[in-house]
Structures are given as structure tokens and as C-alpha cells.
């Protein structure tokens, strides 16, 4: 019997979790705190009550300034039937906290509290309901300055940032989200794939120093209805970029509702010989930022993609709250898991296009 309490064990089990059925990751943060209302001294509490600056949306504090309001959003995400939640660290690199003059300490503690934060939730579930263990994704978002792409519109060679630096962001990130606990490594709302790459080899070379192996998710976004990432990438151009790392699984969040997102969806099932992910949002904005889906018509929508096969997790973005996770997870109970391809070999190569040579 897989023992539980040891990460290898609940890897163990994610993996042939897998293989029985349709997964279901947690929605989203952002909306569910701004429910909250919270004040200006919810952020700083008193560890940041002399903090020179506004503090108020930056989320992830509250992984060290209200870790009950994290802890009690990992349950309610849990309690709506979700088997992976999210570490509260989205922007948790000292690149994105720069924005708020976070040093790399506090950042290190923000991604630590957060990872063993979830992984406390996680446990006392497991504790409470033996036969369906829960898991902990840490959660690295994109940055706020890209790689690929110029920072100056008169001069193409202009980059704010280098990969070393990236690198070593991603890097500190990563560690302390290992140490803290996570069960694997989720890299989402991916805009540009050279960052994403770097990630990628924050993680691996943890790995190669000797610490445990985690499964690698990687969750790209199409950014409009061009078909094509921030940087420019279709989806299996962007496939061929990342499927290096072997990662466990692979597919799309963000930007787009589930009626514009199914398309990429598709074709990534179609190329991808590992687990296909997705969380759209709840539909587009309206007009005041807020979106209008109900919980019944996201639900409906993923039922289809689970009914013709297509996907292997499914959870929520922007706009997504508990209730519409319940409702993705009651439309696709008891449905079979999308089976991965085998895909002939081939050298598979990848610009702002694919390029393929049997």
C-alpha cells in the first residue's frame, strides 16, 4: 500500500489518480479574495506595519499576513471536490515582488509559508478522508518583463531582464516551494515560452542536485484568437518548445472563456503524449472586469471536452469560484480520462511554428 505521508507515496498516487479519472485543480484566488474586502492592514498585519508603500492586492502577502484566509480557501476549494489546490505564490519571485520592494527573505517566506500552508490543508484531508488524497501545486506565474520579446519598441534587442536572472528568480521560488512541501510544480499562464524555460531548468537542476523528482505541469496561454501565445507561439510550436522536460502534464489557462479555449485544447490532446490540462476562465470580462458565467454553464462546457475525450485535469481560472468547481467536478464524475497518444518518432522542432521531420 502507497504510503501517503511520504511525498514519492502521494506522487505515486497522483499518477494513478491519472489513469482512473478526470483530475480537478482549484479555481481562482484573485476573485475569491477580492469577496473578502479586505483592508489595507489585512496586507501589512504587523510584520509589514511600517512598510513605506501600498501593499493592498499584492495576494500573496497573505501567505504571511493572513494565512487563515489561505488556509480556508485550500478547504473550500477541497470541499467543492478538487484534488490538486494551488500555492498562494503566483507572483512569488523577486522579480514580479519588486513591484512592491519585497527583498528576497520575505519572498523565500512567502513561498514557503504558502507551500506549507496548503500542505497542512492537504494532510488534515488526507487525515479525514483516507481514500481521496489531496495535492499541493506550487503555483509559478508569469513575470512582468519577458525574454523573447523586446522592452523597447525602437530597439529589437532590448531585454529589462537575462536569463541568468530569470533563472535564478525562478530558482529561489522553486526551492523554497520544495522545501515547504508542494507536490508538484505547476508553471501557468505562460506568455512567454523562454521564461517558461527557465523555470524549467530551475526545477531540473534541483533535481539534478539531488533532491526528489517532482512532476512538472506546464500550463501555456493563448492570448486571443490568433491561436498563438504573448510570444507568438501556436500551440504545438509551444508543445515542441517545452516537451524536453517530460512534463506530467500539459495545456492552457487563462485569457480565454471554454467556448474560445476548446480548439487549442483539442490540438494539444492531439500532440501531446502526457496528461492534457485546462482551466479557462469563467467566460470573457464584461465591460467592468467581471465575469458572468455561472457555475452551471462552466460546468456544462467542460462536460463536453470530458465527454469527446480531450482532457485529463480540469479546474478554473479568472472568475472561477468554489461553486463552479463543484459544478466541473459533478459534470465529469464517472467520465474516462482522455488516453495518451503514442506519437510516431520524429525530430520535432519548434521558431513561432512547428517544424517536424519524420
Sequence with gaps: MTDLTTRAGRIAALKAAAKERILILDGSWGVMFQKKKLTEADYRAQRF????????????????????????????????????SETNTFSGTTIAQADYGLDAATVRDINYEGARIGREVADRWL??????PRFIAGSIGPLNVMLSMSSDVNDPGARKVTFDQVYQAYREQVAALYEGGVDLFLIETITDTLNCK?????????????????????SGTITDRSGRTLS????????????????FAVGFNCALGAD???PHIAEMARIADTLVAAYPNAGLPNAMGEYDEEPHQTGHQLHEWAKDGIVNILGGCCGTTPDHIRHVADEVRGLTPRPIPERPKAMRLAGLEPFELA
Excluded at 501600498?54 to 480557501?73: S, Y
Excluded at 507568438?232 to 512534463?247: L, V, Y
Design 49 to 84: 506595519a511600517d512598510y513605506d508603500g501600498q501593499m493592498k492586492g499584492n495576494n500573496d502577502i497573505l501567505c504571511l499576513t493572513r494565512p487563515d484566509l489561505v488556509a480556508e480557501l485550500h478547504d473550500a476549494y477541497f470541499a467543492a471536490g478538487a484534488d490538486i
Design 127 to 132: 487525515a479525514e478522508h483516507p481514500d481521496k
Design 198 to 218: 527557465a523555470a524549467i531548468k530551475a526545477i531540473m537542476d534541483l533535481r539534478d542536485e539531488g533532491h526528489e523528482e517532482l512532476p512538472i505541469w506546464i
Design 232 to 247: 507568438g507561439q501556436t500551440a504545438e510550436a509551444f508543445w515542441n518548445s517545452i516537451k524536453h522536460c517530460k512534463p
Design 260 to 262: 474560445l479555449m476548446r
